[in-house]
């Protein structure tokens, strides 16, 4: 099966930097991808990462370490409007049906 | 924007009684995906399909079946519903790397 742990809240301030940490378990893994939701609306895709590495788009990047089953999310240059739950989510091969299982997700709160 | 709608948006049910829940897309993706959310659960996934009439089980299916006959629908049905089927039902859609969601359906079993 697969499973993905998260921490449950996050806070930081305008203006700095915050690392949103994601360690999974899985019998098949093809990619862990990032995911960004506000209160009341529906999850948006932010990033995807199938190789170990960085991926940078914006003032977010993502990291992933395939040996260490591990990956974060990296936002920069916080805003207030970046206050929102983020999910890190792994996706089986396309062999084992393509399944996208979801963590529970971090609860981002951006302070003045 | 993604096309991928569901209906109903909102929906008061009682309990016993069968309801079922509709996703179309319009993108002609392979992957759909039927998700509930409920507070400190995050996305659970009831069921998905890797194609047409090709479906499987997710983490929290026990209560829902689904159907999808064509490319463009998924279909989930709570078949007789049960106050702890009250939830936020998100349904997405993907081809590879990025899964487009709908804007939820809200259902209350009463």
């Known amino acids: 099966g697969q499973s993905l742990e998260q921490p449950s809240e996050v806070t930081a301030v305008e203006g700095a930097i915050v690392q949103m940490n994601c360690t999974y378990q899985?019998?098949?893994?093809?990619?862990l991808s990032w995911y960004q939701q506000h209160d009341g609306g529906a999850p948006t895709f932010l990033s995807y990462?199938?190789?170990?590495g960085l991926e940078e788009t914006g003032r977010f990047s993502s990291f992933l370490s395939r040996s260490d089953s591990y990956g974060y999310l990296l936002l920069q240059e916080l805003q207030m409007k970046d206050s929102a739950s983020y999910f890190c989510?792994?996706?089986?091969?396309?062999?084992?049906?393509?399944?996208?299982?979801f963590g529970q997700g971090t609860e981002l709160s951006v302070k003045p | 924007d993604a096309g991928i709608t569901q209906s109903p948006r909102h929906k008061v049910t009682e309990t016993g009684t069968p309801v079922t829940l509709r996703c179309h897309q319009t993108?002609?993706?392979?992957?759909m995906y039927w998700y509930r959310q409920d507070p400190g659960h995050g996305l659970r996934l009831i069921h998905y399909?890797?194609?047409?009439?090709?479906?499987d089980k997710g983490e929290v299916s026990d209560g829902y079946s689904v159907s999808r006959s064509k490319t463009e629908d998924f279909l989930l049905t709570l078949e007789s519903a049960t106050s702890s089927q009250t939830s936020v039902y998100f349904c997405?859609?993907?081809?590879?790397?990025?899964?487009?969601f709908g804007q939820g359906t809200r259902l209350t079993v009463v």
């Open positions: 399909s890797y194609g047409v009439k090709d479906t």
């Open positions: 990462n199938a190789l170990d």
């Open positions: 899985t019998s098949g893994f093809y990619g």
């Open positions: 997405a859609i993907s081809d590879n790397t990025e899964a487009f």
């Open positions: 993108e002609n993706h392979r992957y």
């Open positions: 989510a792994v996706r089986t091969p396309h062999n084992q049906g393509g399944k996208l299982i």
